[in-house]
């Protein structure tokens, strides 16, 4: 005889038989968890290099230049808000990505502001505020992931 046990597997082998694998639902899968890293990484692959020139050339500058407002406030601004909504722990907007958006916002007001200090604090809360994980970053970066630059043998 068969068993009760065997009796979910037995229709899972039977849906997916029958191409309705969509109908089956995912089991002990958390929202968001299998793909999250590569998403993650994926995105900081794509603005992390943006994130990590803008820091270190303000930090150069010492200031907010008319110069980074005009040709690349709104670059910086738009990879920031990218990387901070990557960075959630749920599928939806939430506590921690919001958190982020915040520090962006803050950022974006104190660039325009010209006010270098509150900038540069709000940049480096937003990098603290990166929940644990892939998304975990150091500005000055080496990694070939944070500066879009291929590594070479």
Do not use: C, H
């Not at 907010?64 to 738009?78: A, G, N, Q, Y």
């Not at 990505?97 to 937003?126: R, T």
Request: aromatic share 8%; glycine share 6%.
């Amino acid at each position: 005889g068969e068993s009760a046990a065997d009796a979910p597997l037995q229709r899972r082998a039977a849906l997916v038989a029958l191409g309705l694998q969509a109908l089956i639902p995912a089991t002990a899968a958390l929202a968001g968890d299998r793909d999250r890293a590569s998403m993650v990484l994926g995105v900081r692959r794509q603005k992390m290099p943006t994130i990590q020139r803008g820091y270190s050339d303000l930090s150069a500058e010492g200031k907010i230049t008319d110069e980074f407002l005009d040709t690349r406030l709104k670059k910086f601004v738009s990879a920031l808000s990218a990387y901070a909504s990557i960075n959630r722990i749920n599928e939806a907007p939430d506590k921690y990505s919001k958190k982020l958006q915040k520090d962006v916002d803050i950022f974006k007001a104190a660039a325009q502001e010209k006010d270098y200090a509150k900038a540069m604090d709000a940049l480096e809360l937003f990098r603290k505020d990166i929940p644990g994980g892939e998304g975990e970053f150091t500005w000055f970066s080496k990694f070939s992931i944070d500066t879009g630059i291929k590594e070479t043998q």
